[in-house]
């Protein structure tokens, strides 16, 4: 007899990946709650099967409307738990929205729960958040399992290039269960397999006019990454790019940064490093320090160790490599372009010396440079960030990051292009999920069965 498919709700719904995912294994969508209001009416728009009412608002005000369900899903945000409560020894979650997940899924008492979160999620707050969170779901009842980073002793954090797609993505996935739960749960992650970006990438020519336009390059970053390859193509074969960050602003830089710092050094050895920069000894040292590399003003009597580091090998290399740098490169850089556009990252190493071949990111740590394998994970922070397509010479499209991120091209999207990344940025990987939700649920052979049908077997 056919398992009877599972029902689930979908909370903190997003663009709705963990809907497609499920969807796809046979399983029904009962609930769904989203707070922006523009994705809740598109989630409505995208799928259709979910009735206008069930795509509620916030949780918190929503919990008396959640009906009886098998799996509970959730990208909750990351928020810190109660300091008072863990120091009088009893864990508290209030004023969390992982509160609200706990508190309907000790209402409902689903049978599964699968939960996704950022990166950095299981070592917040000093791995208090997640321990926290992790032994309220077991006192609720569940065993749990879920990710953790390789330096906590687990086997790292999933990423959708370890299982074959274009995207470095690591996320924080965990899944809990009333009964046994096994743990090869999860996927392990195929690290160094290859991926191939191409095959999700699409033609200039087929966009329209208005997505051509909204995905070119300002002049003045086309020209900044001209201006790279330049230098880039100018080194000999023998000279690789190397592999720390390229900060030009430590290129015949003369200030202490060892034994003391600029805050701490006496003006008068401020005023000699500073004086090829227009420092003279009439200036305050405010503003002698002002015209050095912002990550040289920091007021401290010693830089952190990371930090002299990469200082002295950004020097050391300059001096070993300057023969070939282009005759008043180094000049143009500084005086036509701000600090971020002054550094790279050239994560390349063997590849061909033109920028133009590879996947290109502005951020700001540099311009970063990284091989037409994958793209670096989308964020939800800024659009600045959106990765740029070299060969294309373009940033990346909607349909692009959707089909990144699993999605199929027609899925609805924000109608402006910042809302709409933002909201791809926090979107979960369709196909991480779906991965996750084939090892955990039990499978059903109602894929293919009419909507209608599967609810009424559902119920």
């Known amino acids: 007899m056919p398992a009877r498919p599972l029902r689930f709700i979908d909370l903190f719904a997003g663009l709705g990946g963990f809907h497609l995912a499920l969807s796809s ?7 769904a709650s989203e707070l922006d209001p523009e994705l809740q009416a598109l989630y409505t728009k995208n799928f259709l099967r979910v009735v206008r009412e069930s795509v509620v608002g916030d949780i918190r005000k929503h919990h008396k409307d959640v009906p009886e369900h098998d799996v509970l899903c959730a990208g909750f945000p990351c928020q810190p738990f109660s300091k008072s409560g863990y120091q009088d020894g009893h864990e508290d979650t209030r004023g969390t929205l992982f509160h609200d997940v706990l508190l309907i899924a000790k209402r409902h008492r689903p049978e599964y729960i699968m939960l996704e979160n950022v990166g ?10 997640w321990a926290i969170a992790k032994r309220s779901l077991q006192r609720a009842g569940y065993a749990v399992i879920a990710t953790e980073h390789v330096k906590s002793g687990g086997k790292g954090l999933l990423s959708p290039h370890h299982l074959g797609y274009p995207q470095s993505r690591d996320r924080f996935y965990a899944v809990a269960r009333r009964g046994p ?4 749960v999860l996927p392990d992650p195929v690290r160094g397999q290859l991926t191939a970006l191409e095959p ?8 329209d006019d208005q997505t051509l336009a909204q995905s070119q390059l300002t002049p003045v970053q086309q020209q900044c990454i001209d201006h790279w390859n330049i230098l880039v193509k100018a080194l000999p074969q023998s000279v690789e790019p190397p592999w720390f960050p390229m900060w030009t602003d430590e290129f015949d830089a003369s200030y202490p940064f060892q034994k003391t710092t600029p805050y701490a050094c006496s003006k008068e050895t401020l005023v000699r490093a500073v004086a090829g920069l227009g420092g003279t000894r009439r200036m305050s040292r405010r503003k002698l320090l ?3 590399p912002s990550h040289a003003r920091d ?3 010693h830089f952190p160790a990371w930090k002299q580091r990469f200082i002295w090998l950004n020097r050391d290399w300059f001096e070993a490599n300057k023969r070939y740098f282009p005759k008043g490169w180094l000049e143009e850089l500084r005086s036509t372009y701000p600090s971020s556009l002054r550094k790279l990252e050239w994560n390349c190493k063997g590849e061909p010396r033109d920028l133009w071949h590879h996947v290109l990111q502005f951020r700001p740590s540099g311009l970063r440079v990284k091989r037409m394998s994958s793209i670096p994970a989308l964020v939800s922070l800024t659009t600045t960030q959106i990765p740029i397509i070299g060969p294309r010479a373009r940033f990346l499209t909607p349909v692009e990051a959707l089909r990144l991120q699993g999605f199929p091209d027609d899925h609805r999207l924000p109608d402006s292009r910042e809302a709409a990344f933002r909201a791809l940025g926090n979107a979960v990987h369709v ?6 939700a084939t090892r955990l649920l039990p499978p059903s052979t109602s894929a293919d069965v009419p909507l209608e049908q599967k609810i009424a077997v559902a119920q």
Do not use: P
Request: aromatic share 8%; with cysteine; glycine share 12%.
């Open 181 to 184: 739960l096994s743990e090869n």
């Open 431 to 436: 196909g991480v999920v779906t991965a996750i």
């Open 25 to 31: 294994l046979g399983h029904v969508c009962v609930f």
């Open 120 to 129: 950095n999620f299981e070592q917040h707050d000093g791995g208090r958040t």
């Open 290 to 292: 002002d015209l050095l």
């Open 299 to 301: 007021e401290t009597r």
């Open 200 to 207: 999700y990438l699409q033609d200039n020519g087929d966009l």
